[in-house]
T-cell receptor
Framework: DTEVTQTPKHLVMGMTNKKSLKCEQH?????MYWYKQKAKKPPELMFVYSYEKLSINESVPSRFSPECPNSSLLNLHLHALQPEDSALYLCASSQEGPRVGGYTFGSGTRLTVV | DAKTTQPNSMESNEEEPVHLPCNHS???????IHWYRQLPSQGPEYVIHGLTSNVNNRMASLAIAEDRKSSTLILHRATLRDAAVYYCILMPSGTYKYIFGTGTRLKVLA
């Protein structure tokens, strides 16, 4: 299995809702990531988990809350989002460090906040 | 974080080679050079990476300048399926921090 699976593929939520994005990989990768991508822009790093511990938080607002329950799963909990948070949310995983190879990205969750 | 500079867009004819340039004049000695591409409505896809020597794989070749201040991704025969945004990224050794630049949008003409 060489894929990163993200669910759901599309999500529409109101500003008072609570929802979660899920990401799963079974490649034995020990680093997992969340990126946010607005239309026609490059992906922006949000969070990095290494060995199930949060190692990088790129000053993301607290309405985004990541969770890594085990080495295969990564969640992003969403609460009280704003319309400007509408974007494609990408999950990725990798082996340790840049020598071994690249990241494997999922196809993303397209989030619309209304 | 060291930055990369790429042309906003390039065009190529189908079945011809494509050379995608990337400047990274502030690269440090331990930064790896990674290339990704992103097809419409998909997540980025790893293409190739290197440190100092030129690299080849089934998708592409990576040519790295001797001073490492620039690199070129080479697609040997462009197909319509290669139309995508190509990102050149520097990855410091010992970190997990990919910072994407603006990338080059490649258009392949039939």
């Amino acid at each position: 299995d060489t894929e990163v699976t993200q669910t759901p593929k599309h999500l529409v939520m109101g500003m008072t809702n609570k929802k979660s994005l899920k990401c799963e990989q079974h490649m034995g990768h020990r680093a997992m990531y969340w990126y946010k991508q607005k239309a026609k822009k490059p992906p922006e790093l949000m969070f990095v988990y290494s060995y199930e511990k949060l190692s990088i938080n790129e000053s993301v607002p607290s309405r985004f809350s990541p969770e890594c329950p085990n080495s295969s799963l990564l969640n992003l909990h969403l609460h009280a989002l704003q319309p400007e948070d509408s974007a494609l949310y990408l999950c990725a995983s990798s082996q340790e460090g840049p020598r071994v190879g690249g990241y494997t990205f999922g196809s993303g969750t397209r989030l619309t906040v209304v | 974080d060291a930055k990369t500079t790429q042309p906003n867009s390039m065009e190529s004819n189908e079945e011809e080679p494509v050379h995608l340039p990337c400047n990274h004049s502030t690269i440090s000695g331990t930064d790896y050079i990674h290339w990704y591409r992103q097809l419409p409505s998909q997540g980025p896809e790893y293409v190739i990476h290197g440190l100092t020597s030129n690299v080849n794989n089934r998708m592409a070749s990576l040519a790295i300048a001797e001073d490492r201040k620039s690199s070129t991704l080479i697609l040997h025969r462009a197909t319509l399926r290669d139309a995508a945004v190509y990102y050149c990224i520097l990855m410091p050794s010992g970190t997990y921090k990919y910072i994407f630049g603006t990338g080059t949008r490649l258009k392949v003409l039939a």
